[in-house]
């Protein structure tokens, strides 16, 4: 159960209850204290709202409750404009000063009821204009909780739009203090919990897809792929070619995709290589399995392939028998229903909300060609004789870096999203981690993995904590796309050289089950490290930990000096 907060100037109970019934993961508990005390409860940090401990606040406002100056403007006055700035600036502050309270906090735009809108030219003009000065206000105000990366606004706009005419409600205004129609609370109940699922790493990752009448029209086998419906001057055709490119555009927020299909492979991917209007190609998709077996079974392949869980996945299929199978056979799978009209599936694919995540990475963007990559390693490791000889061909580098600024929201972003791999799977906000990480006798280390393939990213996180004579790994986090190349060793070795040099006896290590990140404990026990009790792993400190001499190391991190290594000290190493 996640524990919220709503907090407003209006009655929010509706938004309440809506969030409170929303059967989608996560459940959440959300009072709301009571409307008319938004000024109390952003400067008073002894009420008893801020008493326990919470996952996330909604701080939702109307413009004229919380801006006196936008007040005046609503009674059509000249303002300046530079008053109003300052009121949002001030308001702004009071915002930042609570970010502690939650790990989130929510703040929907500023918008306000359609009958303030009618001033037809006016309502652009300078001074006098309320949509001119509700653009202005809200861009401030963004522009202010750029600051916070805790702080999220959300667009309210895209609320009022859905809900359309009915959106505002005069009558639940004055009966209630509700300003808006039900739609609206829905719209926002929507936004917030897939808001959260992102926040929590619940965001999905993986979109596999059907091809005939799904990526293209017709059925390739049969018709041949030159006589595919898919671009050209083709209502449906058109309309396919943007879902594709729709598919794309979700690769660049860190979305995979993939291919499982009923069909003769040679023939299918004869037509994705050289059908001139396909958008997506070969290099697009981690992985594929076209064949005629069973959906549900290769979607099961696919995902055990790319080390991901099936709660990643969402399938797309033109079939509606194919989607019922697949979705009681892998109820973890979202398989949304998809339109029988080909011209709508653009805007079905951007109807989903399962893609939210709070920030996009370099990482994020170019996770798609790394997972192509990933195909070429395996075909290598095919080839290779050995172990050894695998990541000698690889030429793998491991760069170490301290937690710092720059690197702060891939590093919280791997901690909390990564589930498989994961010692404690503790989740923390940026702030939370700075501060963690700041005080004496704690160490974090990023982990950037790179082979002659190419360079897989920020894919690794280890953190210790000295206590008394020992240090405690308190993180130890792996992305599984460097699982098994000996990324995991090298972390250790890290962590391990620090406690040395601190003069401690002992790191041990202490693994907190869940239902997925067993591959964690499976490596602790191979590693070397001695069982100590269930679930307790140790190394003594007088032992070296051995760095993997297929492996070049390049770290500079507190209490280490900058140096470059292949398995060993680099004589030429710089300090």
């Not at 999905?204 to 017709?218: A, N, P, S």
């Not at 997972?371 to 095919?382: F, G, I, S």
Request: charged letters at 25%.
């Amino acid at each position: 159960m996640v524990k919220g907060l709503l907090v407003s100037d209006f009655n929010v109970e509706n938004l309440s209850a809506y969030l409170k019934n929303d059967v989608s993961e996560p459940r959440v508990d959300t009072p709301a204290i009571p409307y008319g005390q938004i000024g109390r409860a952003l400067l008073d940090p002894s009420l008893p709202c801020w008493q326990s401990d919470l996952d996330f606040i909604v701080i939702w406002t109307r413009p004229e409750a919380v801006l006196e100056t936008f007040g005046n403007l609503l009674a059509f006055s000249s303002v300046d404009v530079k008053r109003l700035y300052e009121e949002v600036d001030e308001y702004a502050a009071h915002l930042l000063a609570i970010g502690h309270r939650a790990k989130v906090i929510f703040v929907p735009t500023w918008v306000v009821p359609t009958l303030h809108q009618g001033h037809g030219m006016l309502d652009l003009a300078p001074r006098v204009g309320i949509s001119r000065a509700l653009l202005q206000i809200n861009l401030r105000l963004l522009e202010n909780l750029e600051r916070a990366s805790n702080i999220v606004p959300l667009n309210a706009s895209k609320w009022i739009e859905a809900a359309g005419e009915k959106a505002f409600n005069s009558r639940l205004w004055y009966m209630a203090k509700v300003p808006f129609a039900n739609e609206v609370f829905k719209a926002a109940a929507k936004d917030i919990k897939a808001a959260l699922r992102g926040f929590g790493g619940r965001s999905r990752k993986l979109v596999i897809v059907d091809l005939d009448d799904t990526l293209w029209g017709g059925i390739v086998g049969d018709q041949g792929w030159e006589n595919l419906t898919l671009g050209g001057h083709d209502p449906v055709g058109e309309a396919l070619v943007d879902f594709q490119r729709e598919l794309k555009t979700l690769t660049r927020r860190g979305v995979v995709l993939a291919i499982v299909s009923k069909n003769e492979e040679s023939v299918a991917l004869e037509a994705i290589r050289k059908h001139p209007e396909m958008v997506l190609r070969l290099d697009d998709f981690a992985a594929w399995r076209i064949d005629w077996s069973d959906k549900a079974a290769n979607i099961v392949d696919v995902v055990e392939e790319l080390s991901l869980g099936l709660d990643s996945v969402v399938f797309i299929d033109d079939s509606p028998v194919e989607r019922a199978r697949v979705r009681d056979a892998l109820p973890d799978v979202l398989v949304p229903e998809w339109p029988a009209d080909r011209r709508l599936y653009p805007h079905a694919l951007r109807s989903l909300d399962c893609f939210d995540k709070p920030t996009i990475s370099d990482e994020d963007r170019h996770r798609s060609g790394m997972y192509v990559t990933e195909r070429r390693r395996v075909e290598l490791k095919h080839e290779a004789g050995t172990l050894e000889e695998w990541l000698r061909n690889l030429s793998i580098v491991v760069t170490v870096e301290s937690l710092n600024v720059a690197n702060v929201a891939r590093v919280v972003q791997l901690l909390n999203k990564t589930n498989q791999f994961n010692l404690s799977t503790r989740r923390v906000t940026g702030p939370e981690l700075l501060a963690w990480a700041s005080r004496d006798g704690r160490q974090l280390w990023a982990f950037r993995v790179g082979d002659k393939f190419g360079d897989s990213g920020l894919t690794g996180i280890a953190s210790v904590e000295r206590e008394g004579s020992r240090a405690r790994i308190e993180d130890f986090v792996l992305s599984c796309r460097v699982m098994g190349r000996k990324v995991e060793e090298t972390m250790l070795h890290i962590a391990v050289e620090w406690s040395r040099e601190a003069g401690l006896e002992e790191l041990y290590a202490v693994y907190k089950p869940t239902p997925k990140n067993k591959p964690c404990v499976e490596f602790l026990r191979t590693s070397g490290l001695q069982a100590r009790a269930e679930h307790v792993f140790a190394w003594p400190l007088r032992q070296e930990y051995p760095v993997c001499p297929e492996i070049r190391l390049i770290y500079q991190t507190g209490g280490l000096e900058e140096m470059s290594t292949d398995g060993a000290e680099d004589p030429d190493r710089r300090t």
